[in-house]
């Protein structure tokens, strides 16, 4: 699990915003990712604005409000780029064979 603080800028209005943000990963046996990710203002961490979920190799993103989950497929079809590329590049995905030894 990694917790961090995420600070987005709106040029437009000039103000900034603090979120905190936690990631979570998993790596089965079987060697497929598990992992969520979300976004809260501070002290609300209860009460995320953002939440996204990696199942069976496939990323959503989640609309608790609306009951409701979008799937997002990468064109290329390589996930573990497109969550690396689009999320977090810190925090980069193992493969299986690093795991296991």
Do not use: C, H
């Not at 800028?9 to 943000?21: A, F, I």
């Not at 979570?24 to 809260?40: E, I, M, N």
């Not at 959503?60 to 290329?76: D, S």
């Amino acid at each position: 699990m990694v917790e961090f603080t995420l600070e987005q800028r709106n040029r437009v209005r000039d103000e900034k915003t603090q979120l905190e943000g936690t990631v979570k990963l998993l790596r089965t046996a079987q060697g497929q990712v598990l992992a969520s990710y979300s976004l809260a203002k501070p002290g609300a961490a209860g009460n995320p604005e953002w939440i996204g979920l990696l199942n069976g190799g496939t990323p959503y993103m989640l609309l608790p409000e609306k009951k409701q989950a979008l799937r997002f497929v990468p064109e290329n079809g390589d996930v573990r780029f497109w969550l690396e590329e689009r999320f977090n590049p810190l925090a980069l995905l193992l493969n299986s064979s690093a795991v296991k030894s």
